[in-house]
């Protein structure tokens, strides 16, 4: 094994498709003892067969998250790693997102990931070190068009991150962000519809569908990148000794970071809009 030569006991969530299946397929592959853990553990029944231990979770649900981290506690007396991946997009105009489904989009991406973080640090701080590694996004750096309250959920997962690597510095626990770009995963399939949905009879509509349209042809096409690529940069973040706090990686998350950081905001504004064929 690269780096630590240390067999980990980690914790995954979101690990039932895309980025978060493959990442656990690999740790599992790499000799770490894996607790995988999402709402659909149907999905994850192959892993078993790498030594997985399946965990039913819903990141929204306070007893299913203290039941998932105690279930390792009790299992390993320890935790090394978190890996916080569970995640998804709900797309939609600002004006037609219901403030509950809002709600719900930070429930899972921020606070869900931000509990687990508080749940896992007690039993990192005693053991004098530790790893959180989150998936943030570069829409944690650059706003989408009508990617409102999910940009607000990754940058939060940005913000929250920062803090909490200063806090743990003194405890000896990394916290390393993950920034993909479009990883060709179920994201963009339920993004869509969420956009679909959240925009039916209002003056959002056609722009709308028509973005949803070209989110569901983006991510049928096999010009992203794939999730084993996310995969390996949390590899890489959990095996280093010294890891970075950042790890871009994935297609266009380069360039989309760098256009948003050198574009004033109403030319970032009217490439989205150009981009994604605004109309309104
Ligand atoms: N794909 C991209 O282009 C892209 C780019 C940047 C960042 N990301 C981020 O990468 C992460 C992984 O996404 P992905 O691309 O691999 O998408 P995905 O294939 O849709 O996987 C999302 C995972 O999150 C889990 N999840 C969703 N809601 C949950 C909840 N309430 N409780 C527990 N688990 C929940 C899902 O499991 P269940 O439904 O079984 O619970 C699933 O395992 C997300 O945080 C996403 O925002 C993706």
């Known amino acids: 094994m690269n780096n630590t030569k240390q067999k ?15 990442t656990a397929r690999m740790l599992a592959e790499q000799g770490h003892k894996v607790y995988a853990a999402a709402r659909r553990t149907e999905l994850m029944t192959p892993l078993l067969d790498l030594g997985v231990t399946v965990i039913k979770m819903d990141v929204t649900d306070e007893v299913s998250m203290q039941e998932g981290v105690n279930l390792v506690l009790k299992k390993e007396g320890r935790i090394d790693t978190l890996i916080n991946n569970a995640g998804y997009g709900y797309f939609g105009a600002i004006e037609n997102v219901t403030m509950g489904e809002a709600r719900r989009q930070l429930e899972v991406n921020v606070f869900g990931l931000a509990r687990l973080c508080q749940l896992v640090l007690p039993t990192m701080r005693k053991q004098g070190k530790g790893r959180i590694i989150n998936t943030a996004s570069v ?13 607000v959920s990754k940058f939060s997962v940005e913000a929250f991150s920062d803090a909490l690597r200063m806090e743990m510095k003194p405890f000896g626990i990394d ?29 959002y509509e056609e722009a709308a569908l028509r973005e949803a349209e070209m989110l569901r042809e983006v991510y049928s096409m096999n010009l992203l990148s794939k999730p084993a690529m996310v995969a390996k940069a ?7 000794r010294r890891p970075k706090v950042r790890y871009r990686v994935g297609m266009a998350s380069g360039a989309m970071v760098f256009f948003h950081w050198l574009l004033p905001a109403r030319w970032w504004d009217a490439l989205m809009r150009w981009y994604w064929k605004i109309k309104i």
């Open 139 to 151: 829409a944690g750096k650059a706003v989408l068009y009508f990617g409102g309250w999910y940009n």
């Open 175 to 203: 916290v390393v962000m993950i920034e993909p770009g479009g990883i060709k995963t179920e994201w963009g399939f339920i993004a869509a519809d969420h956009l679909a949905e959240s925009s039916k009879g209002t003056p």
């Open 234 to 240: 949390i590899c890489r973040a959990v095996n280093s």
């Open 8 to 22: 980990q006991i980690i914790l995954l969530t979101g690990a039932s498709s895309g980025i978060g299946y493959d």
